[in-house]
């Protein structure tokens, strides 16, 4: 069946940009959306539900922005070259012909000063300047899903978000979203419908109310599953799916955003250290 979740994927010149701020809007309880501007994003493209950008931030410390070349975050680094500061993000939408040019906006939790990207995020204000790598490809949603559910944190809302709107309307959808606010469900607002049945967990429980929640769902032979959020809180139910479902890798795909107590997650490591992919 592993063909029936095959994507189909692009892949993208690498490119870092330079951008500003145009604007800060705030769309749930800690989550506000920046609206990035600027002549690099010309050619911007990122047409896959979960794809990822490299987003480069100032020093805290000295104020320094460092864009490297692309790729060139991956090498190493001389002794005192100004630090590379990065995290991953979630290109939300792009409007290439917004009417004061091209538009990007990226959604950031903020979740507290103890990290750079959210320290960042809740002072920014328009003119700032930031740096965005990639994507690196683009990954669309697998054609031959007849059904999906999508399992997702506060950091996974934007990924969420692009995954409701890639499958046809004709293609049931399951939410479940564990959150600690109940009002980020305002966060999409509208997004429900015939089709499309979203669930809300919150409070300190929501961890085990959301593997009920799961285990409960039928899971067909064509049932997309993408998971992300928290790792430590997706291994239980990576375990669920893959080790007592047996569902493919490309059927259940699961991915840590970030883990609670590690600075700048690197989410090519795998999820489950126990259990590492096959
Ligand atoms: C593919 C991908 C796409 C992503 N898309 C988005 C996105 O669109 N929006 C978004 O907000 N995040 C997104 N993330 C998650 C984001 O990259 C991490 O949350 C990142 O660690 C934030 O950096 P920071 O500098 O704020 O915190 P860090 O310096 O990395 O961490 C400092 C401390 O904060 C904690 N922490 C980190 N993130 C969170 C959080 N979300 N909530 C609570 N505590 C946290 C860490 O455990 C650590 O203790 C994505 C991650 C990946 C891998």
Redesign the pocket.
Known sequence: MTEVFARERTMHDLHTRRVRVLRTTPVAPSMVRITLGGDDLARFSADGP?D?VKVFFPDPETGVLTVPEPGGFRKPRAEGAPAIIL????P?AFRPDAEGGPELD????L?GD?????AWAARAKPGDELGIGGPRASVLAPAGADSAIIVAD???L??ATRWLQAFDASVPVTGLFFVKDPETSAYLDGADGEKRELHWFTGADRASALEAALRALPIGERTFVFLAGEATTLIPLRRYLRRELGLSKAQADV?G?????????D?HAPLDPADPED
């Open positions: 979960a990822h995290r991953d993000y979630t939300l990226l959604d950031f939790v979740h103890h990290g750079v990207a959210a506060e950091s996974a934007p990924a991915h955003y970030w883990k609670r107590g590690e600075v700048a997650l989410h």
